[in-house]
């Protein structure tokens, strides 16, 4: 048996929440393999919406193992504030959800450097969501984490409290007030309630769940162009995003990696700063913000909005090996005439048909143009339902990417969803 991946293939808020809530009654096990709270998986049904940070998006399916990687940093008050938001549904969540012993906790300074190194950026900030991924992903390369296996520990305090140390003298190098004493309580209580959940060996735990013949499904965080080596640096996440990430974020062989699903949204949206060549600011721009409900479900931020880019989009399925293509808010494009799709960049007069290391304003997209549907694409149970232009579309994204669109979700809920 082999583990399938789900991930993004732009700059995240592809809608992974929603179709990982869809698969998986197909699996045996979800698990988030990076990232962290920065992550926001908005999933709805039953007239209900969740917005997830760090549980995975299979924790409402019963019969579904969901697990915390080693290679997510974790916050113990997001994640029982996430805890008791399911809980208060009549749900008890811990036994079906497992949390790797290797997993890194994010403190409350974590958060406070991450504030501080934004502000002294200024106008060139990354666009963090302030949740202390950054500063927590840098203790770890620099071998200083703290991780979920350590509160079991009997020297635990003095643990963090060396590491809280060497944090506080660092900040005294930024000109910035803070107070942590209240987190740092809520802190510590949310890491007695951790407790009741149970921590495991992750690589030992899913290589025998292989071996065992269960099914698991591997949920990305974020997208592609926002990986730590392979996106729009510096502007990006510190994570790995990619199908790779999921070797090393679960601890298992780079042969064990089956279907890898990526998800496209029709269009293209950004939060926070960075390039986006097909970004839009007229008229069309506010349409698929206003008709996308496009806001950041961890900051609220409004996205940037753009037309989708082809030429990112290829680059993104060659360097994860995606297998099958999953295409959502392919209902925002019923709003419009017509539409657009970024087939190439020029560069001085010369095609670009490849992501190039560096986006600057001398790239310009080059656009083919599309005639929109103008119908109601909810109803569609089949793909044959679909309106011939819809089809036409899906049609194109398959002959350029060679990859297969297998799901399409023609709406929020997990019932408006069509597998081909």
């Known amino acids: ?66 697990v915390i990687g080693a290679g997510v940093v974790l916050d113990p008050v997001i994640f029982m504030e996430e805890v008791e938001q399911i809980e208060k549904t009549g749900r008890n969540i811990s036994k079906n959800l497992l949390i790797a012993e290797k997993t890194n906790l994010i403190l409350p300074t974590h958060r406070i450097l991450d504030a501080a190194n934004e502000t002294e950026l200024g106008k060139a900030k990354i666009g963090s969501t302030g949740k202390g991924i950054g500063p927590a992903y840098a203790d770890k390369t620099s071998r200083n984490a703290l991780r979920t296996g350590d509160i079991t520990l009997p020297d635990f305090k003095e643990k963090y409290n060396t590491l809280k140390q060497k944090h506080l003298k660092r900040l005294k190098t930024f000109d910035f007030n803070f107070d942590i004493s209240d987190y740092e309580q809520k802190w510590f209580e949310s890491i007695e309630k951790l407790k009741r959940f149970k921590f495991m060996n992750g690589s030992e735990f899913f290589n025998k769940a292989l071996a065992e013949g269960k099914k698991i499904l591997a949920e990305g965080a974020q997208g592609t162009l926002l990986d730590i080596n392979a996106g729009t640096y510096p502007f990006v996440t510190s994570s790995t995003v990619t199908s790779a990430g999921v070797c090393t974020g679960l601890g298992i062989a ?28 007229d008229e069309d721009g506010k349409k698929l913000q206003e008709f996308g409900h496009e806001y950041g479900a961890t900051t609220g931020r409004k996205r940037r909005c753009g037309w989708l880019d082809l030429t990112a989009l290829k680059y993104a399925v060659q360097i994860n090996g995606v297998t099958a293509l999953i295409l959502t808010k392919a209902d925002i494009l019923s709003e419009f005439n017509t539409f657009k799709v970024a087939e190439y960049y020029e560069l001085n007069g010369k095609k670009i048909d490849y992501f190039p290391y560096e986006i600057t304003d001398d790239l310009k997209p080059v656009y083919k143009s599309f005639k929109g549907w103008k119908s109601d694409i909810s109803h569609c149970k089949t793909k044959d339902d679909f309106p011939k232009e819809l089809k036409e579309y899906i049609k194109y994204i398959e002959k350029e990417t060679g990859i297969p669109v297998k799901i399409i979700s023609t709406g929020a809920d997990r019932d408006d969803t069509v597998i081909v």
């Open 254 to 281: 780079p042969n064990k990696i089956g279907e890898v699903f990526g998800i496209v949204k029709a269009y293209t949206t950004r939060v926070g700063s960075g390039p986006f060549p097909t970004e839009l600011f």
């Open 1 to 66: 048996m082999k583990t399938d991946v789900l991930l993004g293939l732009q700059w995240g808020d592809e809608g992974k929440g929603k179709i990982v809530d869809v698969l998986s009654p197909n699996y045996d096990i979800i698990a988030r393999f990076q990232g962290g709270p920065n992550a926001g998986h908005t999933l709805i049904f039953n007239n209900q919406k969740f917005v997830l940070h760090l549980i995975p998006s299979g924790i409402f399916r019963e019969n579904t193992l969901n």
